[in-house]
């Protein structure tokens, strides 16, 4: 059911997307997060997005679309 992956791999947060494939490398959870909350504004409706930390530990959480400005 996650259509958007985020893995800490190497100092660096990947963001994939099941279909897409590699959507982009962040330095920080946070701007990962971000990235996929701009994704989520195709369908315009919150993500859930699975994130594995740099311990292996998976989580998941939800990202709403970034608002328009």
Known sequence: MFDLTIVAVGGLW???D???GKLGAYASRAEALAAAGDFA???DEPRIVLVQD???EW???VVEPT???
């Open 14 to 16: 990947l963001l994939e």
């Open 18 to 20: 099941d279909r897409e």
């Open 41 to 43: 504004r195709v369908d």
């Open 54 to 56: 740099q311990s292996g």
């Open 59 to 61: 989580d998941e959480t």
């Open 67 to 69: 608002a328009y400005h």
